[in-house]
């Protein structure tokens, strides 16, 4: 049974960081290639970044572009998802998920793509 389970939401002032985590168990962790898709009150949940299996490639939605950043650790079995400069549009529930036995490199973007899901943790960005 696999298991992804996020952590480290919260409040934040606009314009501050957080760093979000999503800790995976009940599958060898470098045979995933993991992604973080948020979803805003209202509305649909949308892709924010993926990183490959082996860590060398990463892709971002626009709006999030060099304010976020993914990274993983594959001897924690743990993706991250560093944001800083926050704005109230980031305001979401962040939910992490796993694609698993792609290519070394591949990195999904769509979410038919994942085929696990972790439940959410909330960010909540104060203006």
């Known amino acids: 049974q696999v298991q992804l389970v996020e952590s480290g939401g919260g409040l934040v002032q606009a314009g501050g960081s957080l760093r979000v985590s999503c800790a995976v168990s009940g599958r060898t962790f470098s045979r995933l290639a993991m992604g973080w898709f948020r979803q805003a009150p209202g509305k649909e949940r949308e892709f924010a970044a993926a990183?490959?299996?082996?860590?060398?490639?990463?892709i971002y939605e626009d709006s999030v572009k060099g304010r976020f950043t993914i990274s993983r650790d594959n001897a924690k079995n743990t993706v991250y998802l560093q944001m800083n400069n926050l704005k109230p549009d980031d305001t979401a529930i962040y939910y992490c998920?796993?694609?698993?036995?792609?290519?070394?490199?591949?990195?999904?973007?769509?979410?038919?793509?994942?085929?696990?899901w972790g439940q959410g943790t909330q960010v909540t960005v104060s203006s």
């Open positions: 990183i490959s299996r082996n860590g060398d490639s990463t």
């Open positions: 998920a796993a694609h698993s036995d792609g290519p070394f490199s591949f990195v999904p973007r769509r979410m038919a793509d994942y085929i696990y």
